[in-house]
């Protein structure tokens, strides 16, 4: 959603709470012309991809969309009608106005992707309406957001999964296939992060939304209008699950394994400023802002199998983009950078890296290999396919989805365990366990077995 | 040194203490013949190997050699021998000897290379007996023995380098020619480490030094003699100066910035019991051992200028050597893993990595331009040439060395530090001030002027 603070307008349900919310239809598949009719709460840039690669497909109808930026609306619109299929109902009149896209029965599964600080809040008033909930990333902002995903799934019975592309990216799951495999024997250290230079993103004029201008909040627009804010304010790794997703699905966090405890730290941070000082001058009012956020924080997570994790947010310097993956075990290592993997008395040269290629062709995903020339050009190289599809299908037959919100809870805690640790000079935090000791019997999820 | 522990005899000077050490005669440079005489305290791999070098140069006499394994005292007299060289005197009748050789007036210098747990005393008393002294890494193996190294170089006035040859290795010194030139911009964030699988160094067979059998102790020879012993009782990073060095010199630690604290956490420790496991059998003695170390140990530090620093202890599981350099700042970003770099509008693509080795030729440091076809062949790909350079030239002026106690204790610091974090759950250590405050005044050693 674009600018969902412009809108001052509020219908009668704002402020009466979820009392007042319309009665629920619990349960999903109605089965509206034998399809799953899902609403989009939010299509901005991230909601108009995913409407994109549900257009492709046979077995869903786009019930209902919303977003208070009527442009984007517009856009969806112009998208669905070009694929030649119903025009759905149109929400968005204030902040609020989604509430009644979930009182719809027509709608069984909805898909919400706004910025982060409606995301517990939207998802949480969908589970309540009985919707199978798909949920951007990430999914909490804070600890009291964690619990709620956790509590609200456990009260209602609705499913919710977190929308982690990452953990569906080719190289991810020919890895995962490998740790499966017991290729790299057993798991012992783990890398991970978001390495991405967003200067140009959380910074523009108002009129683009990249590469101009060094705005943002009120005069900025697209991600800058309301993602930049956490960097100003938040000394805390606020976006981990791109890194942490993909490897808790490897060391089947929980499901037999858990984050035990985290200890962060963060550089200074001078990325940003020194951004808007180049291109908007040192007179700019924006130079004179203390950005809070550390430009790289590094977390050392512990689970409760004795593995350690790194994770890495570094958003504001000059960087090329780099999620820094690393797997390591007793019998070997894979690395993102470099593209290089050791398994030992398995390659060439003893004490050599080989290079992964032929190691992750061999081991391509089953997923990947049966629906790889579908998934190309969904977007993001194809993880955008695989995270939908994986969506669609656990809501068609309502089951618990691969990743669920006990994942999104443990994996969003990360943000408020970090800014705690680092206001602490490094002091490691405890993990809830979101799920109440159930991490001892839950089985890791086959993804093989149940086809996505 | 090789099997030092095997010696049981003893001189009169054992237990005496250095009270009854003999007089000593402060200040070096002696002069004999114009050339600085030096006394190698253990001649074992790393020992002759210094050797090596010294009996390339034209301004040093070795004129004692110490090792109380005697067949290491015959290589080095054969090296000697064969450069056509005086013999020089040698020690090693027991495990107290070398402070004969610290006795006698006619050395100069001394350089230490001797088991981790005799580094700091023969630091210690080499200082004491007025020898300017170099150390090889680690220096300090406690909190107890960083200070007696600051505090023994204060109190006597005798000069003390930390032998660390990473520090002079080609693309670091490129390196840290392009941060004095600012290249980086600002520095903000540092990764290093040592990441070298030891499995086949820390178990032999007690025959061969490399790569059979799972001894150590007692029953096994080399490095494997001694060092193990620290991989079973300590779950600690106890070797960290390869990579902490190199950048402690780049960001410029006790010469107006210092290491302000560090938090650490180990993953599980099974690298090396799978190891006996596998290649000596389950019901191996040594497969019963708990080997406390963990297998991968990172450490976080601050500086007190703010940036960070991620350290890695990485020795037991099978991967290929790695030092994993990273150097970050306001304008880019070098990493030695991939080769890579990235400098803000100045690479070719933006958001690309550059390939690193046309920067480190164009930056490369005065000093390799100078030295490379010397130093090439003298060891470690050169570094060793450089970093004995180093330490002659300082000790023929008996000047402050490039890397000194300061920098010996701090450095050292980190294995008492992260043992002491790690057994408490990542809680941050803080770094004693071993400058006393003087880190402010300070100034960074210009490597470029002083030409070593």
Redesign the interface.
Known sequence: MGSRRNFVKKTAIVGTGLALAPSIALGTNTNYNNKLNVGLIGVGLRGTNHLNNLLLRDDVNVVAICDIDQRRNDIALDMISKAEQTKPKVFGENDYDYRNLLASKKVDAVIISTPWLWHTRMAKDSMIAGKYTGLEVSAANTMEECWDLVNTHEKTGTHLMILENVCYRRDIMAVLNMVRQDVF??L??FRCGYQH?LRFVKLNDGKTAYGKGVEFGEKGISESAWRTQHSLLRNADVYPTHGVGPIATMCDINRGNRFV?I?S????G??IH?YIVKNGGKDHPNAQLKFKQ???I?S?I?TS????I?VTH?CN?????SLGFRV??????W?V??NRI???GKVEKS???DEATPWLDKYDHPLWKKYGVKATGAGHGGMDFFVIQAFIESAKKNIAPPLDAYDAAAWSAITPLSEVSIAN????QDFPDFTRGNWVKRKPYNWIKDGY
């Open positions: 024997g057993e012992v250290h230079d405890s200890s730290m963060a550089s200074k001078i990325g020194n550390g430009d790289v590094t050392m512990e199998n004795g593995e350690t790194i570094d310097l000059p960087r090329p983009y390591q075990g007793s019998e070997g290592i690395e950078d470099g050791y398994i030992e004490h050599r890296w000079n490094g002091e490691s």
